[in-house]
């Protein structure tokens, strides 16, 4: 009876024993668990961070790298338009300059015209003086006038006629395109027989306007006797050469002339 109250005794002191020695090895386990998940929750917390930051590092990235293709794009745009601008200024450079050689060409001529006309002028224009003819004189030639031109009148003209393209083309003096316009052609009318006049080379001459023009072709026989004295005649280049025209017969072919010096 005494041993079974001893071994009790023990059970018991091993038991209190027991348990305060397994609360005294649980107590620094829970310790080490609590310090662990303190960890895990700053390492948590130091990626959460960590991540946060790349990613705003990476936002900031892509908004760095939009601004960049923006300004990019921009800067394409602005020198499109640059080069845009200066092709535009270029070609206006260019008609400028074609405008500036086309008027500079075109005073040339005016020049050039202007001493052919004057050098003309003063070669074939005589003073008002030396112009002036005395009766007899006048008398004179308006006796050959009429002499000539009444051998020069053509029986068939139609088949006696030569056009300057059948001559094979003019290839005489040409009177400046502006000098021309302003005295010659079908609103510059004339009378043959109060001009001064030769028979010169088998041909008859007449002068107008400072220039000696000479009839090559005999005068159609439907001119009449007279006309050179009644009928208002003119000197037109026709399309391939000088003619003198009748007036009084404006659908009728001209008469081939020449400028001569």
Known sequence: MKQVGIFISAALLSAVFGAGAFAYVQKPQQQDQHKQQDTNKKDQKKQQKAQ?????????????????????????????????????????????????????????????????????QQRYRQPAQQMRRSQQQLRQQQYEQQRVWQQRRAQ??????????????????RIPDSYYRSHFGRGHWFRIYSLPFMFAGGYPRFQYDGYWFEVLDPYPDYWGNNWYRTDDVYVDYYDDGYYLFNRRYPNRPGIAISIVF
Not at 88 to 94: K, L
Not at 96 to 111: G, H, L, S, V
Not at 158 to 171: A, F, I, L, T, V
């Open 52 to 120: 946060q930051k790349q990613e705003k590092q990476n936002a900031q990235r892509q908004q760095q790298q939009d601004r960049n293709r923006q300004e990019n794009a921009q800067r394409q745009q602005r020198q499109d338009r640059n080069r845009q601008e200066n092709a535009q200024r270029q070609q206006q450079q260019d008609r400028n300059r074609q405008e500036n050689a086309q008027r500079q060409q075109q005073q040339d001529r005016n020049r050039q015209e202007n001493a052919q006309r004057q050098q003309q």
């Open 156 to 173: 068939n003209w139609d088949s006696q006629r030569r056009s300057w393209r059948q001559r094979g083309g003019y290839n005489g003096y």
